[in-house]
């Protein structure tokens, strides 16, 4: 996993509830961790951005994957992230999409836009992107 050249707010804390963004049978995650990262500051939650893999239970979907642990990555966030040339970069909804153990994905399309960092980050997701922004 390759790390990223933009300063990506975190905005999800655990408890947060994501809308899945794939055909995976999937349509609400609720995060329960984030992978690899421990708990920081005493006293902090650690929280999770744009191209970041957390562990989620999935709350509303099909009865395969209801009450299940899954692994997500999440691909869009209301924060905006700021990028290396400068620019920002804000989307409208909050989203995520469902991967394997190999980090790759689940579904076979993905619906709405993506984060350019997602894809710089797992190369094999680009693959079921719609847009890549």
């Known amino acids: 996993m390759r790390g ?6 975190k905005a999800f804390v655990p408890m947060s509830i994501i809308p899945c963004a794939d055909n995976s049978g999937a349509y609400e995650f609720k995060m329960i961790h984030i992978i690899g990262k421990t ?16 562990s989620a239970s999935v709350t ?9 642990p899954v692994r997500v990555v999440i691909i869009r966030q209301k924060a905006p992230i700021r990028r290396a040339n400068g620019t920002r970069l804000r989307f409208e ?11 790759l994905p689940i ?3 993905v619906k709405g836009a993506m984060a350019r960092e ?10 079921v992107a719609s847009r890549v922004v």
């Open 107 to 109: 579904g076979t399309e």
């Open 60 to 68: 509303k979907g099909t009865a395969t994957y209801l009450k299940k």
């Open 39 to 54: 708990g920081g500051e005493h006293g902090r939650l650690s929280a999770a951005g744009v191209g970041d893999i957390i």
């Open 118 to 127: 997602v894809v710089e980050r797992f190369v094999k997701i680009a693959g």
């Open 93 to 103: 909804d909050n989203a995520g999409i469902m991967i394997s153990d190999d980090n």
């Open 4 to 9: 990223v050249a933009s300063r990506i707010t």
